[in-house]
């Protein structure tokens, strides 16, 4: 029987016959469509996974900088090499040896000591041998020179004197020491103290080293030192973290720290809130104040902002969605998202680089496109970086508003166009439902278009975790959270961690109580006496 044969030859039944057949074709091919976004979804997922793992990131280029360097270096030292050959080879022949340019190099720092070794002089001419001569000037040469680190052993001598007439002895009091029972001077403390928390060396690595420089100092005997310092220096800490929550705006954000448990390690936290008023122009000084919690629950957050109800500036994390609530006493912070993470959740989906290597299966044109729309605002904001409030909410008002009001109606327009499975869509989605908050900056110049304040004051301890790998304790990584405040507010005034560290712990026993304030280091001025004791 022919398939002609087994079709009705009612029209009614024919026409019924063919809408089915037309349901089914779109069904198969609504479920096609919905397959292949899901094979497109997977895909994508699996190459950000293994990106994450196993690649750098192309907005995170430290990496790649430090293979570049790398390369430099090898290129820099065959370079020398080849030199040095090419000339003991023109020493025994007429050929001129090859001489590359070098980059000018700057002169060695005034304040350096200089040691002159003097070549004398001939004492006869070189031309007819008359003994004849006299000076006529000097060419100095200059290279620089290392001396190995000294130790020296300080001996405080207090004399005693006897009355001759009542024979009663009197001596001068004994000076303080930075810690009670102290051995170890303020010199050697802050840089045990900075190489640990500023450089990431951890105390058993220190003590091998000096006593490779032939003294014995073991890790125990570091670990007192490093404890009773975190509690000397603790009213410092208290004045920093009160001056950044007297600010106008804080930038926050948090970091995972692995801490060393019975037989594991549990994942704790470092979180940090950043006063940065340049940006705008303020004459406030910017610090930054760490904390340490075992978790990540929202409590730490609603504990470190007690009292504040200024601007947050800091990404999505639900643990701060409280602090926002209009009910919240003494009142609501204002909330205002980070740019730049809506930027990355798109750029990693329109990374062209990541394409070209084959670590991304497509680039989602429509996340290339946003991209291209958020640097336009970027570009802008560099422009008014440092200027006053007033003139950043005119310049966003005139010329920044008609972008960020574009984007959006862009945005929402094809995000209607996207399944709420598609991945840009996801990406889109996390800027639009919180879009009030990401366009608060058009009208209050105080707010960046960033959060990066407080991703620059995380950056160290994400470098130092490859060092030390763990915090010993909770105890630890509360004494971690005191020197981190102490060294990165130190940075932030472009004050040197150490030497301010020094100067401090050699005067903050005798400094009075209240005028600790005289030892923070935007009003910290050294002197070589202070610095020499």
């Not at 907005?59 to 030292?77: K, S």
């Not at 549990?266 to 910017?286: C, E, I, Q």
């Not at 904001?381 to 006053?388: A, H, K, L, Y």
Request: aromatic share 6%.
């Amino acid at each position: 029987m022919s398939a002609n044969d087994s079709l009705p030859d009612d029209v009614e039944t024919l026409k019924r016959l063919l809408l089915a057949r037309d349901a089914e074709l779109a069904q198969a091919r609504a479920e096609a469509s919905s397959a292949e976004a899901l094979i497109t979804h997977l895909r994508l997922t699996i190459e950000k996974l293994k990106r994450d793992l196993f690649g750098p990131r192309n907005e995170r280029t430290a990496r790649l900088i430090d293979q570049m360097e790398l390369q430099l270096e090898e290129l820099e030292a065959a370079a020398t090499e080849d030199e040095v050959a090419a000339e003991k080879a023109a020493a025994t022949t007429q050929v001129h040896a090859f001489t590359r340019k070098r980059p000018a190099r700057k002169p060695f720092p005034a304040h350096l000591p200089r040691e002159r070794v003097i070549v004398p002089g001939p004492t006869t001419c070189n031309c007819c041998g008359s003994s004849r001569l006299a000076k006529l000037g000097e060419d100095v040469t200059e290279k620089l020179e290392v001396v190995p680190r000294q130790w020296k052993v300080v001996q405080i001598v207090r004399e005693k004197c006897t009355c001759r007439d009542c024979e009663e002895i009197s001596q001068a009091p004994a000076p303080f020491h930075v810690l009670p029972r102290g051995f170890a001077g303020p010199s050697l403390l802050a840089m045990i103290l900075f190489e640990k928390y500023g450089q990431h060396q951890p105390l058993n690595r220190q003590s091998e080293r000096y006593w490779r420089e032939g003294i014995d100092l073991s890790v125990s005997t570091l670990a007192d030192q490093v404890g009773g310092c975190a509690v000397l220096l603790r009213p410092l800490y208290e004045l920093i973290r009160a001056h950044v929550f007297a600010g106008d705006r804080v930038h926050g954000d948090e970091t995972p720290v692995p801490v060393l448990a019975k037989h594991e390690t549990r994942k704790g936290r470092l979180w940090t809130y950043v006063r940065d008023d340049k940006p705008f122009a303020g004459p406030a000084p910017p610090a930054a104040v760490f904390f340490y919690s075992r978790d990540r629950t929202a409590q730490h957050p609603e504990s470190h902002l007690h009292g504040y109800t200024s601007i947050l500036q800091a990404d999505a994390y639900a643990g701060f969605n409280r602090l926002y609530a209009a009910d919240r006493k003494p009142g609501p912070i204002t909330e205002a998202s980070c740019w730049d993470h809506g930027r990355r959740k798109l750029f990693e989906l329109a990374d062209v680089a990541a394409k070209a290597s084959g670590k991304l299966a497509v680039i989602a044109p429509l996340a290339f496109e946003a991209v291209k729309r958020i640097d336009a605002i970027f570009d802008i904001e560099r422009e008014i970086n440092g200027r006053s409030i007033d003139e950043r909410r005119a310049v966003r008002r005139e010329r920044v508003a008609p972008l960020v009001s574009d984007l959006e109606s862009w945005m929402r327009k094809e995000r209607a166009k996207l399944s709420r499975h598609n991945d840009v869509a996801k990406a889109m989605d996390y800027m639009l439902k919180r879009w009030s908050t990401f366009a608060r900056f058009l009208d209050d110049g105080r707010i960046c278009l960033t959060n990066n304040a407080a991703e620059r004051a995380l950056r160290g301890i994400a470098l130092g975790r490859k060092s030390w790998l763990f915090a010993g304790s909770d105890r630890g990584g509360e004494r971690a959270a005191v020197m981190y405040t102490l060294i990165q507010t130190a940075r932030l005034n472009d004050v040197d961690p150490q030497a301010w560290l020094a100067d401090v712990l050699a005067r903050i026993n005798d400094h009075n109580i209240r005028k600790l304030d005289q030892l923070l280091p935007w009003n910290w001025k050294a002197t070589p006496a202070k610095l020499a004791a």
